[in-house]
Each structure stands twice: as C-alpha cells, then as structure tokens.
C-alpha cells in the first residue's frame, strides 16, 4: 500500500486557492496516512472510518479507494473490498495495485463459493497486471495458483517458475510449486 502523493497546485493559481488546495492534500494524505498505519497494525474497522475520512476529501482517489478496499478485505468483506476496487480502476484502470488486490478478493470469494468462474475471471486480471508489469511475481504466483485452482497443475508450473525467477526464496511460491508437482505426481511429499 502506499500513500498519497503530494501534487502541486499549478502555477498561476490564487494564493488562497493555494492554500485551500495544500490545506486538502495535507489532510487527504495525513487521513490516507493514519488509516494504513491502523490497516499494518491489525486495526482494520478504525482504518475504514479513516479512509472513509479521506474519501470525504477526495472521493475519487483511486489509492484511497484501493486501501479502503484492502481494510475491507482485511475484515473479510470482500464482496465490499471489490466495489471499492471497481470504484478506484473505473477511475485509473491501469493501477495494478487495484488489478492485483481485485483478483485477491475474487479468488477469496471463489474459495467460499466454491466458484471456478472466479479463478477464471482471476486469470484474466492476472493477465491484466502481466501485461504492465510482466515481472511482478505476485501476480505471476496468483496466476498460477488460479490455474492450479482450476486442476491445471501443469500449466501453474511455469507461472510458479517466472515468479520464483524475480523472487527466488518466495516461500508462498515455493510451497505452491511444490503442491503442483505433488499433485502431478512428480514429487512425494
């Protein structure tokens, strides 16, 4: 997760339409700011309220809206982490961490209903993220887990080994690669 950058007002503006804007960037980043500490430290109801807080400033800011659906999912909602996802690529459709966070819900989602269609969908977005950042070994893992989700246990093995390629001692990838070859009885656990 990250915070908020600060963006300058333009130059040109009034000295107290400055002021006015600095005053709004400060509070959306100093709100943005105190709800990730709450989301770190496992405070994750009072982290909405300070999103929700930071929202009320800047209704459209896709990093808001991404960690007010990251603290949502951190409670288990994750039907309500996904509206705020949609909410912040409707706005920024290329923001990978919304893609990346997107498809993590979709794939809780798919464990609790029991859905193959979510780890099909999940797949595309990996897609997605892959295709602006090919070397991101957490969606190169996902992706593989969605297809070994999906009984394709062959076909996971080469996204495990991409991702182990950029984070070699990635133990979540580690331990899935090996799930795989045991399920493709290559490995004997």
């Known amino acids: 997760m990250s915070i908020v950058a600060?963006?300058?007002?333009?130059?040109?503006?009034?000295p107290d339409e400055n002021n006015q804007t600095n005053q709004t960037n400060q509070s959306l980043s100093a709100l943005n700011k105190?709800?990730?500490?709450?989301?770190?430290?496992?405070?994750?109801n009072e982290s909405v309220a300070y999103f929700d807080k930071a929202l009320a400033v800047s209704p459209d800011n896709p990093k808001v809206l991404d960690n007010k659906g990251f603290a949502l999912y951190s409670?288990?909602?994750?039907?309500?982490a996904l509206y705020y996802y949609d909410k912040a690529l409707a706005?920024?459709?290329?923001?990978?961490?919304?893609?990346?966070?997107?498809?993590?819900?979709?794939?809780?989602?798919?464990?609790q209903l029991l859905n193959s269609e979510r780890y099909s969908d999940a797949i595309g977005y990996y897609d997605r993220v892959l295709a602006i950042n090919?070397?991101?070994?957490?969606?190169?893992?996902?992706?593989?887990?969605?297809?070994?989700?999906?009984?394709?246990?062959?076909?996971?093995?080469?996204?495990?080994?991409?991702?182990?390629a950029v984070e070699p001692n990635d133990s979540v990838t580690l331990n899935n690669k090996g799930?795989?070859?045991?399920y493709l009885g290559t490995v004997v656990l």
């Open 6 to 14: 600060y963006h300058p007002v333009a130059a040109g503006a009034l």
């Open 34 to 44: 105190k709800g990730l500490e709450l989301l770190n430290s496992g405070s994750y």
């Open 75 to 80: 409670l288990g909602n994750f039907s309500g």
């Open 91 to 111: 706005i920024e459709p290329n923001y990978t961490a919304a893609l990346d966070d997107k498809v993590a819900a979709l794939l809780r989602l798919g464990n």
């Open 134 to 164: 090919s070397s991101n070994s957490h969606a190169l893992n996902n992706k593989g887990f969605s297809l070994y989700s999906l009984g394709n246990y062959s076909g996971a093995l080469p996204y495990y080994d991409m991702s182990l």
């Open 179 to 182: 799930l795989a070859l045991y």
